[in-house]
């Protein structure tokens, strides 16, 4: 069945508790959240009894076995909870895990917790069994364009909101970092009534907490977002990134639209490129204009410049390698 967002696993919860849950995904606090809200609605429910299995090296899924059969002494209704840190369960939990599917425990609620699973993952049997009867949340990282919503959102949850200027600060300071952002959101309930905040009230209460890793700085050029690029580039240097990994991901991006260039000129439509090109997701949507924006002249001269800095970072050219970097960049989102 299509997976839930954590927004609509709370919506389900409200209506009744299904016999079995499975969260997974990347973004660690969002699947903390919802593994949360299963536990505050089971016992909420009369779900009393607690059992945690928690699946590492050596793990003997015969237990699972036994709590699946076992009658408590204590409650009549129990929350089984089944954590699966490394993601794999092996050959032998692959099929416990499929017998669950099959036949869920009476009277007992499973919630199996998952990191984020890549798509062979998914499609495993023993996922695909899960997976049909299971409310499935997947934790999806919240992006640059959807944190400003759900910022608002936990806002709201508070009686409180922001105008579009305070917003936009506070998506500046807390991007990349969605624990940091929760935990500010929480900080403005203690500091202030409820209502709207103004900026000035932003400025004195947000850090400045926003993490950035190399792979954003794909969407910041290529989008030709100039103040956000340079903000990452501050961050990463700040943070004591390599500068030749950001080096690497900018000239990597260089070559794909050069290469796309030829594709289009060969007739190619771009989704026909997407896998030899790694163009997914935000990327895809922003390669085409961005080559149109900049040009196959301006690009070469950007590959050449790639060069230089490499020779920079390497110490046989004189220059700051973080500098050059970032004139490139904003030329390149101009």
């Known amino acids: 069945m299509p997976s839930l967002s954590p927004d609509a696993l709370n919506a389900g919860l409200a209506k009744g508790l299904a016999p079995l849950y499975l969260v997974h995904g990347e973004e ?107 409310q499935v949340v997947e934790a999806r990282p919240v992006g640059r364009a959807e944190l400003p919503g759900w910022i608002a ?66 969407e910041a050029w290529l989008s030709g977002d100039t103040p956000r690029l340079t903000r990452m580039l501050d961050g990463l240097m700040a943070e004591g990134e390599a500068p030749v990994l950001v080096l690497w991901s900018l000239a990597e991006d260089v070559r794909m639209l050069l290469k796309l260039r030829q594709g289009l000129k060969d007739g190619r439509q771009p989704r026909d490129m997407a896998r030899e090109l790694r163009l997914w997701g935000e990327k895809q949507k922003l390669a085409e204009p961005a080559l149109r924006r900049i040009g196959p002249r301006k690009l070469m001269a950007a590959l050449s410049e790639c060069a230089r800095i490499d020779r920079q970072i390497k110490g046989v050219e004189p220059g700051e390698p973080w500098q050059t970097m970032r004139a490139l960049a904003t030329r390149l989102a101009a």
């Open 28 to 134: 660690a606090l969002l699947a903390l959240e919802a593994a949360d809200a299963v536990r505050a609605a089971a016992r909420a429910a009369g779900y009393l009894e607690r059992e945690v299995l928690t699946v590492e090296s050596g793990f003997d899924w015969s237990q699972l076995t036994d709590s699946m059969s076992s009658v408590s002494l204590f409650a009549s209704l129990k929350l089984l909870e089944i954590r699966i840190p490394g993601g794999k369960p092996g050959t032998e939990g692959a099929e416990a895990l499929q017998r669950l599917a099959a036949d869920p425990p009476q009277d007992t609620v499973t919630l199996i917790t998952l990191p984020k699973l890549d798509k062979a993952q998914q499609q495993s049997k023993w996922f695909t069994a899960l997976d049909r009867i299971a």
């Open 153 to 218: 959102r936990r806002l709201k949850a508070q009686g409180q909101q922001l105008g579009a200027e305070a917003l936009a600060f506070f998506v500046d300071r807390v991007e990349g970092n969605l624990l940091a952002a929760r935990q500010e959101v929480d900080k403005l309930a203690l500091l202030y009534p409820k209502g709207e905040l103004s900026l000035d009230d932003l400025q004195a209460a947000v850090a400045n907490v926003a993490r950035f890793d190399v792979f954003q700085l794909s």
